[in-house]
């Protein structure tokens, strides 16, 4: 799938690729489409690795060119093509910078204008909602009042968009509610710390909310870096909750207040997260788990459990500890 | 009282309860004024109980008609009407939504328009502030640029509305202060979580803040499901606090930065809370008691406590506790 | 350097303080030229001191003229001029509301207009941007839609504000980003809590914001009481981070989501905040502390630690009685 959001280089070829990273060029030069999660490359794309947690993946990936270190590089397939740097994650960066120079930047759509009604079926707003280019509204939606909607996003049927909500980059589905105040779709937190300055880099991911998924207000939702951030269907968050960019939530969740999720952790299906917890980056929650309200999950929680505490932890060992020390 | 935000129907009786409950008619059929808590019903109105946690009020409310499970039936007094479901609170929404078939839309205002100032007594307003109808606002108020104040709400004398306050379903004291961006009177996160989908439901509540409170930016405070969401004379409340539907706050308390109240938690008066602690779901804390930053209260807190902890605990304990583990 | 935001009375006697803190009038009057903290007073100014941990400053204090109580005066030298108050706080905000009867009031700013990008260079502004008198922007600059950039604020050179912004009482360097729905320099969560009221005090002090930064969206960064609330070269902040008032935060520090500073905390350079983290008021971080998401920090971290927990401790700690608890 092309992305929607941002305009990608066409010309790109692996000496390009080289030359930004600093190796040396090579005689064999060919076309890269695109840069890609390992999941997602296709065979023309470059990937990268940068954790053993996704070594499985990388062992399917049809990307034959692949960025990663040192340590992880004598588990990959002999055939792949491999660039070994010592930052993956700042090399990726660069690479995606190489293909969509206008990415970095995340400055407010320009394009925006008082939105034309007529334009939409059945679509009631309110005043000063604003309006990008090329912004696709299903039938029998509602926009409030000093909404806006930038260019290129796709919102589905029956939806209701509250007031002061800004949307952008994000394809929502139908009968989804995204209540006042809420952000969705802006730039992930994501910079390399250097020594000197921090680096900011691009985020071409987009922000994928389901079916009958209820954003509360005042939630933020970042977009993804390279893969995207996902709400599943009829998944619930209510209002001040954080969600990073990468996030994968499942269907059916229910998410209360303030809760915040760290970049690139992924949650299951029916899950349910009590008021104010916290999940750390790249942490893997199964279906069915309910984690108490305050909790601090850094370790992958299967499914079924039921956890709590700070850091969480199964739940009768919570509650029989916290006994023996009142 | 009458609803001041949604339109009851008045013809209810007996019979179309028993109906959308799947119950079978009774001869003898009676009409029925409203739903209500416990507390707040009278002779007239059908109330609920689904704890016994509220027995003794249950067993002084002027209902004689009640919605409650096989578990808590026996202890009821005989002469009341009782109808036995297996889920309580599924019941009473569906009732709600007999009552008020407008209440379960939570879609903005289309009423609002640019505020004429020359309708109140002394108002200061800033640009692009949208106003619904019958609002009534008392004298030497301000309202901060691009606020929207709802249809039926009534804010008294000398209050400060920030920029980009959104007002709804609330009714508020003098000399009140509601800092930008804050959100009053939505819906609150309410829903049955099905095994299929989560259905949401109804909220008839609305807000009422007292006199002489402070709401702070980008507060978030729900209305009532059912009984009114409540903050008390004098009471402060810092950045980013969020307040779930049917909390009661009582007076001059002082609430710091990104504290949570989970639903229908109820607290005293002159109670301090330090930023980021949170109050699980009703929780009952009592007067002049101290919550220390970042605790978990999960149980009651009897007046004139100190607790610190997650879960909170006493303070002595919980310094100890954290020394002996240093 | 002069009050930026607020104007002062220039008038003040030693007798007119003396009045209003309900002592007698002294033979010897004398000019005051303004109310200052230990460090940034002038040999004209008042100063305060109320806690010991700010001693070494006061016995370097330019200031001859001082309010502290009876427990500190002692610890002072013999040459200052001493006020005993038996609450410095209380009395120190009523020598603030001397100087600057305008500050109390924190009403949103009356004069904005709808901008003239042509008054700024090469400035990009979106629709129903708001901006008050004397606002100084630099060149090269961006402003979303519905943002608010009140009088006398200062915007340095290539800054990106994002829609929905709420900027007063503030100076802000160059290259620096503030995202949607940032609110920044409203007055602090300041008041002296009463016994059977709450009372409010003024906040004369800004936000000093450095180049290179980086402001969340939905952010909070209240400003200063007396001294300033300063946000470090290079420092970057997630979504939904709360700052209080007199909080100073270092360079290049990370500040992940969901993040409380209490008040005057003070933060050293290059210091990394994992999200949810709480920050207790008064305490001091030194450089390059690495905190743990969820952590709690309720005393002074020295530089170079890493920590976690609530309270925060050393890490290994932290990591090694989870283990034992689990």
Known sequence: M??????????????DILKILKFK???????????????QSDKNDITFLN???YLDIALKTKS???ITNKKLKN???KKMYIIE???????????????????????????V?????????????GKNVLIGRNVKIGKNCSIGNNSIIESNVVIGNNCKIGNNVVLKNSIVGNNTNILDGAIVGKKGFG???????????????????????????NNTIDRGSISNTIIGDGTFLDNQVHIAHNVKIGKNCIITGQVGFAGSSSIGDRVMIGGQAGISGHIIVGDNVQIGGGSGVIKDIPSNSKVMGYPAKNIRNFLKDSKLND
Do not use: M, W
């Open 75 to 77: 588990s990959l397939p």
């Open 113 to 125: 204008k008082i939105i034309n009604i007529k334009k939409y079926l059945n679509l009631k707003a």
């Open 25 to 39: 060029s090579q005689k064999k030069n060919f076309k890269i489409n695109d840069i890609k999660t390992l999941d």
């Open 191 to 217: 910079f390399y710390p250097g020594n000197k300055k921090n680096i900011r880099y691009a985020h071409i991911g987009s922000v994928i909310v389901g079916n009958d998924v209820e954003i509360g207000c």
């Open 51 to 53: 954790s053993n947690k």
């Open 64 to 66: 034959k060119l692949i």
């Open 2 to 15: 092309s992305n929607l959001f941002f305009k990608k280089k066409n010309n790109i070829k692996l000496n």
């Open 85 to 111: 740097v010592k930052n993956v994650l700042l090399a990726v960066y660069e690479v995606i910078g190489l293909f969509y120079p206008d990415a970095l930047d995340d400055d407010f759509d320009a394009n």
